[in-house]
């Protein structure tokens, strides 16, 4: 009983992350089309049967280093509620790095979240489901505002050389994600809209062993502007992920 339950609940999400994928992509007019590079540090410990810490490390840039470049930093604490759900909370911040024009201020955003990870199976692919909560805090040259933001995030791994019913601890990868952003406090803060932002994402990667991953990928990052046209960002990115 337990299992056909999960199996329902996997599906349900899944068919939620690639109907809501379609949706904004349907009511584009204009794009502002953006390149970008992306590199990342995705690490996990566990410390025991209950408790652990995450971090995530990110540097991101325009073309080039020195456009539209920001450091993202973002530690937290995992309680391990089960062998498949993790309850997390911690806090993030950003710091643009690059050299803004006239005397403004490099811009800031200390964030505070909670999040909820599932992992299950997907027509028997191995699949995370994360719920995310931010409570958002944005430095401003002229002011600061507050804001709350939900996330939904599903990706799968498929093991290219390796059969899907066994455990995948060493070969090459395919991962696969979608992850939806909703403002649902002081949206007007933002962007006057309920939609922010979604990001379509597919790589390649190795797994070197059950602790490391590293993976080359394309993301395809579509966010909603308060004014037209809205932002098509179409980001290379190089991730490691390390589980300790």
């Not at 390149?35 to 025991?48: E, L, P, Q, T, V």
């Not at 089960?82 to 005397?103: F, P």
């Not at 455990?167 to 649902?184: R, V, Y």
């Amino acid at each position: 009983m337990k299992r056909t339950a999960s199996k329902f609940v996997n599906t349900l999400f899944g068919l939620m992350a690639i109907i809501c994928l379609l949706i904004p992509q349907t009511s584009i007019k204009a794009q502002d089309n953006q390149f970008g590079n992306w590199y990342a540090w995705f690490n996990n410990i566990k410390f025991n049967a209950k408790w652990g810490m995450n971090n995530d490390i990110q540097f991101r840039a325009g073309k080039n280093w020195n456009e539209n470049s920001l450091i993202l930093i973002r530690p937290g604490v995992n309680y391990y509620v089960s062998a498949n759900q993790t309850a997390s909370a911690g806090y993030a911040t950003t710091l643009v790095t690059h050299k803004l024009t006239g005397d403004q201020p490099r811009l800031t955003e200390h964030r505070i979240w909670e999040q909820y990870i599932i992992t299950g199976r997907l027509l028997n692919i191995p699949v995370q489901h994360r719920f995310r909560l931010e409570q958002r805090f944005l430095k401003r040259p002229d002011e600061s505002v507050f804001t709350q933001r939900a996330r939904y995030f599903i990706r799968g791994i498929i093991p290219i050389n390796s059969p899907l019913q066994q455990p995948f601890n060493k070969g090459w990868f395919l991962a696969l994600q979608n992850e939806l952003f909703f403002n649902i406090q002081n949206k007007d803060n933002v962007n006057g809209s309920l939609f922010d932002q979604n990001r379509a994402y597919a790589a390649f990667g190795y797994r070197f062993s059950p602790k490391y991953d590293l993976e080359i990928g394309y993301m395809n990052q579509f966010s909603k502007r308060n004014t037209q046209p809205n932002l098509l960002n179409h980001i290379a990115q190089i991730a490691f992920y390390t589980r300790l």
